[in-house]
C-alpha cells in the first residue's frame, strides 16, 4: 500500500472555488435514480417479467431465462460507456448526460408498453430483450458520467461527501422501485398485476426521465471540463500512459467484488422467494428496509473518506465482507423473515462502507481530457463482466448444488480480488483532481 498523497504537490490550482449548486446535485441524481430505479424494478419483478415473457413448465427455469435477459441489459454497458465516454471528453458531460437520460426514460415507457407472450408470442420476449440492450448502450455512461460531473464540482476535502450523494442516489432508485412495486404487489393480486398493472412502474419511469432533461438541458458544463477546454494540457507522457492503463486495470478489478456485491443486494427479494420460498411480497418488505438505512451510511461513508482516504474505508469494508458473507447467506437463506431482514442490514451496513467512496476513488485517477471515458470504460466493462450476471449466477448456482448458500463463496472471491486492487491504487483524496 500506498502512503496517502498529503505530502505530495498539487496537479494544479482550483479551476472553481468549489461551490456545489443544488441544481448539479439534483440533475446528477435524478439520472442515477432512474438507472437504478429501472434496473430494480425489474429485477424486483423478475417473477412477474418470467410469466408473462418467459413461460415455461419449471417455475425455476422460468425465472433463470428472466434472469438472463436482466443480464443482456450489461452486455452493450462497454459499447455505451465508450461511445457517450468519448463523447463526455469531448462535447461535455452536460450534452452526454442530456442524451443517455432520454435513452434510459423512452426504453423504460417502451417496456411499459410492449405485448407479452400471450398476444405476441415469440415477438414479445425479442423485443423486450432488444429494449434491454438498448437501455444497456446508455446505462454505460449515465452513472459514470453523473458522478463525473458532480465531483468536478466539488473541492478537495469534499468530493467524498459528494460521491456518497451520488451514490446515495443509486440505492435511492433501487428503493423507489422496489417501494413501488412491493406497493403494487401488496395491493393486487397475481391475476390484476399480470392483466396489465406490472406496466406501471415502467411507465412511470418515462416520465421521470422528461423531468431529468428539463433539467440538464439548463445546466453549464462542469468546471473542470470548462477549464480543460481553454486550457488544453500537454500530451500525456509514456509513463503517464503506463499509469492511466495501471488505474484502469485497478478499477476494472475492483469492480469485481463491488459489482456482485452490489447486484446481489439489489436482486436479494428475486432470490430469497426463488430459492428459500418465502412470499415474494414479504422478501421485497426486507429489502426495501434495508434500502431506506442503507441511503444515509453511504453519504457518511464518502464523508468519512474525505478524512481518512478513500482506500481505507473501502478496505474495512471488504475485510468484513470476506468475513461476514456465509453468516450472512445462512441468515438470508433460512427462509425466516427476522433473519433475511437482519443478514440484509448486516450486508447494506458492509456495501455502504464500500460505495461510498468509489466515485470519488474512481474520479481521482483519471485526468479531466479523458476522466469520461477512462472512468466509464473501466467500471463498466468490470460491471458487465460481474455485475449484470450475479443475480442469475447466484440463483444459478444455489440450484445447481442444492445449497441457498453456495453463492457466498463467489462472493468472498470478489472481495478478496477488490482487496488486492483496492492495496495498489494512488491514494489522491487530499489532492486536487488531475489536468
Keep these: 500500500m500506498g502512503i496517502e498523497g498529503s505530502a505530495a504537490a498539487p496537479a494544479g490550482t482550483p479551476a472553481h472555488d468549489g461551490r456545489v449548486p443544488g441544481k448539479v446535485t439534483t440533475a446528477a441524481v435524478l439520472g442515477t435514480v432512474l438507472e437504478w430505479?429501472?434496473?430494480?424494478?425489474?429485477?424486483?419483478?423478475?417473477?412477474?417479467?418470467?410469466?408473462?415473457?418467459?413461460?415455461?413448465?419449471?417455475?425455476?427455469?422460468?425465472?433463470?431465462?428472466?434472469?438472463?435477459?436482466?443480464?443482456?441489459?450489461?452486455?452493450?454497458?462497454?459499447?455505451?460507456?465508450?461511445?457517450?465516454?468519448?463523447?463526455?471528453?469531448?462535447?461535455?458531460?452536460?450534452?452526454?448526460?442530456?442524451?443517455?437520460?432520454?435513452?434510459?426514460?423512452?426504453?423504460?415507457?417502451?417496456?411499459?408498453?410492449?405485448?407479452?407472450?400471450?398476444?405476441?408470442?415469440?415477438?414479445?420476449?425479442?423485443?423486450?430483450?432488444?429494449?434491454?440492450?438498448?437501455?444497456?448502450?446508455?446505462?454505460?455512461?449515465?452513472?459514470?458520467g453523473g458522478a463525473t460531473y458532480l465531483i468536478e464540482h466539488a473541492r478537495t476535502g469534499r468530493r467524498g461527501l459528494y460521491s456518497g450523494i451520488v451514490q446515495s442516489s443509486t440505492v435511492a432508485g433501487f428503493l423507489l422501485g422496489t417501494g413501488v412495486v412491493t406497493v403494487m404487489t401488496t395491493a393486487l393480486d397475481e391475476s390484476a398485476i399480470d392483466s396489465g398493472w406490472w406496466r406501471l412502474p415502467f411507465l412511470i419511469g418515462g416520465v421521470v426521465a422528461a423531468v431529468g432533461v428539463f433539467v440538464r438541458l439548463r445546466l453549464e458544463d462542469s468546471p473542470e471540463f470548462r477549464q480543460a477546454q481553454k486550457n488544453p494540457p500537454p500530451a500525456t507522457s509514456?509513463?503517464?500512459?503506463?499509469?492511466?492503463?495501471?488505474?484502469?486495470?485497478?478499477?476494472?478489478g475492483s469492480v469485481f467484488g463491488l459489482a456482485i456485491l452490489g447486484y446481489t443486494v439489489t436482486s436479494f427479494p428475486a432470490y430469497i422467494s426463488g430459492v428459500t420460498g418465502l412470499p415474494h411480497d414479504?422478501?421485497?418488505?426486507?429489502?426495501?428496509?434495508?434500502?431506506?438505512?442503507?441511503?444515509?451510511?453511504?453519504?457518511?461513508?464518502?464523508?468519512?473518506?474525505?478524512?481518512?482516504?478513500?482506500?481505507?474505508?473501502?478496505?474495512?469494508?471488504?475485510?468484513?465482507?470476506?468475513?461476514?458473507?456465509?453468516?450472512?447467506?445462512?441468515?438470508?437463506?433460512?427462509?425466516?423473515?427476522?433473519?433475511?431482514?437482519?443478514?440484509?442490514?448486516?450486508?447494506?451496513?458492509?456495501?455502504?462502507?464500500?460505495?461510498?467512496?468509489?466515485?470519488?476513488?474512481?474520479?481521482?485517477?483519471?485526468?479531466?481530457?479523458?476522466?469520461?471515458?477512462?472512468?466509464?470504460?473501466?467500471?463498466?466493462?468490470?460491471?458487465?463482466?460481474?455485475?449484470g450476471t450475479a443475480p442469475f449466477v447466484n440463483t444459478a448456482v444455489a440450484t445447481a448444488i442444492g445449497s441457498a448458500t453456495a453463492p457466498a463463496f463467489y462472493l468472498i472471491l470478489g472481495a478478496v480480488v477488490s482487496l488486492l486492487c483496492l492495496w495498489g491504487m494512488p491514494r489522491r483524496h487530499d489532492l486536487e483532481l488531475l489536468r
Design 238 to 252: 509514456s509513463a503517464a500512459a503506463v499509469s492511466l492503463r495501471r488505474n484502469w486495470m485497478l478499477v476494472f
Design 37 to 144: 430505479y429501472d434496473f430494480a424494478i425489474y429485477a424486483a419483478m423478475a417473477p412477474v417479467v418470467a410469466r408473462l415473457f418467459f413461460p415455461a413448465d419449471d417455475p425455476v427455469t422460468s425465472l433463470l431465462v428472466a434472469l438472463a435477459s436482466y443480464a443482456v441489459g450489461f452486455v452493450c454497458r462497454p459499447l455505451g460507456s465508450i461511445l457517450f465516454g468519448r463523447m463526455g471528453d469531448r462535447a461535455g458531460r452536460r450534452s452526454m448526460l442530456a442524451v443517455t437520460m432520454v435513452i434510459v426514460g423512452v426504453v423504460s415507457a417502451l417496456i411499459g408498453l410492449l405485448p407479452t407472450y400471450t398476444t405476441a408470442g415469440l415477438l414479445a420476449p425479442a423485443l423486450l430483450v432488444a429494449l434491454r440492450m438498448l437501455q444497456g448502450l446508455a446505462v454505460g455512461a449515465e452513472w459514470t
Design 282 to 387: 414479504q422478501a421485497l418488505v426486507t429489502n426495501a428496509i434495508a434500502l431506506v438505512i442503507e441511503v444515509p451510511l453511504i453519504v457518511i461513508a464518502g464523508m468519512l473518506s474525505d478524512r481518512v482516504g478513500r482506500t481505507r474505508v473501502m478496505t474495512a469494508a471488504m475485510v468484513g465482507f470476506a468475513a461476514l458473507v456465509y453468516p450472512i447467506f445462512l441468515m438470508v437463506a433460512s427462509g425466516s423473515v427476522t433473519l433475511v431482514l437482519i443478514g440484509q442490514l448486516l450486508f447494506v451496513v458492509l456495501y455502504a462502507a464500500a460505495s461510498g467512496p468509489m466515485a470519488a476513488l474512481f474520479v481521482e485517477l483519471f485526468p479531466t481530457r479523458l476522466r469520461s471515458a477512462g472512468f466509464s470504460t473501466s467500471y463498466n466493462v468490470g460491471v458487465a463482466v460481474f455485475g
